[in-house]
């Protein structure tokens, strides 16, 4: 028997790979954009896709699986909700190595305002490389 393809707890500790693989699709991208504005029908999710309704099932089977969404059994329909908790977790993590770079990256326009000159950097040494006037 093979692994299923995401985790089957979103909280575990391969829920980031399932959130990335999960938003990597556009499709699945604009289900999640249509569940943010309230929950919906799973059969009303794929209008306006050019794609079948098995199809629409298996991104919302992808997306379920990866915690993003929740379905609800309503008489005859799946109405399926937004579950914000997993793009949530994406998010915290994209943050911090944002917050990272960014730190690394104002330190080095910091230290680039800050050098003595701005033209050719020192050679190792100290020395600059002397350089001619026309």
Do not use: N
Request: include cysteine; charge should be positive.
């Amino acid at each position: 028997m093979t692994p299923p393809a995401f985790p089957s707890d979103p909280s575990g500790p391969d829920h980031l790979s399932a959130a990335f693989q999960a938003l990597a699709d556009p499709t699945r991208r604009a289900i999640l954009e249509r569940l943010a504005d309230g929950p919906a029908p799973a059969g009303e999710l794929g209008d306006g896709f050019d794609i079948s309704g098995p199809a629409i099932s298996r991104h919302l089977k992808v997306l379920e699986d990866a915690g993003m969404i929740r379905r609800e059994k309503k008489a005859q329909q799946r109405i399926c909700h937004l579950d914000p908790a997993a793009l949530k977790r994406a998010s915290d993590w994209v943050d911090r190595y944002r917050q990272f770079w960014d730190e690394k990256l104002d330190a080095l326009e910091a230290f680039l305002k800050s050098s003595p000159s701005k033209g050719t950097p020192p050679r190792p040494g100290g020395k600059r490389p002397k350089t001619t006037k026309k």
